[in-house]
């Protein structure tokens, strides 16, 4: 009961985690708030797969709006009882926070390998992901990390945004599966209960 009730709650949730998102990644692109590097494209590539600012930005962003659009208004009739319109909106809500978990998912995804592969540096041998071959075994020798001399504290730069990128783009995940949870329970019970009224009547 609770989860239905919440339905609503859920969605609108995820407009401030997508606005975070697109705030957040693009930082990504100024290292210690400097444009030079961005315009010299001395950035990681997984920066420029755009995932915190279309995936888990946007399009969930735009799945967010829509799908609280169709729990606030009367929407329109697609058959002539209301239980069968309450039905069709919470498919398309299904359906909706099923792109939305894609999305979600696959930003977090980009941001983990983005997070194990290491950050794209200048060292004594040149710009290159130095760390790439340790399987993210960098992220706690921290003494390795003054081998990156250029951008300064691109390390830890890179680890605290893509942190916070994985946690976003899991909460939305999170949500989104809640949010598919409830309208299939909201669905299938609203769907018995027109049998059971069919079978009285």
């Not at 239980?83 to 792109?99: D, E, G, H, M, Q």
């Not at 329970?185 to 069919?198: D, I």
Request: with cysteine; charged share 10%; net charge neutral.
């Amino acid at each position: 009961m609770a989860l239905e009730t919440c339905g609503s709650c859920l969605s609108c949730l995820l407009i401030p985690l997508a606005l975070w998102s697109i705030v957040v990644n693009i930082l990504l692109y100024f290292p210690n708030g400097k444009a030079s590097h961005a315009a010299s494209y001395q950035l990681p590539n997984y920066v420029w797969y755009f995932e915190g600012i279309c995936f888990s930005g946007v399009m969930i962003l735009l799945l967010a709006v829509i799908l609280i659009t169709l729990e606030r208004s009367m929407f329109y009739r697609c058959c002539q009882s209301e239980s069968c319109n309450k039905t069709y909106r919470s498919f398309i809500s299904i359906v909706l926070a099923l792109l939305g978990v894609a999305f979600s998912g696959y930003s977090c995804i980009i941001f983990t390998l983005g997070l194990i592969q290491g950050p794209f540096c200048n060292s004594s041998g040149g710009w290159d992901y130095i760390f790439k071959d340790t399987a993210g075994g960098y992220l706690t020798d921290y003494p390795a990390w003054s081998r990156c001399t250029e951008p300064v504290n691109i390390v830890e730069w890179n680890i605290i945004l893509l942190s916070i990128l994985i946690a976003l783009s899991g909460l939305e995940l999170i949500i989104c599966f809640l949010k598919v949870a409830a309208e299939l329970k909201r669905t299938l019970c609203g769907t018995y209960s027109v049998f059971v009224q069919a079978g009285i009547l």
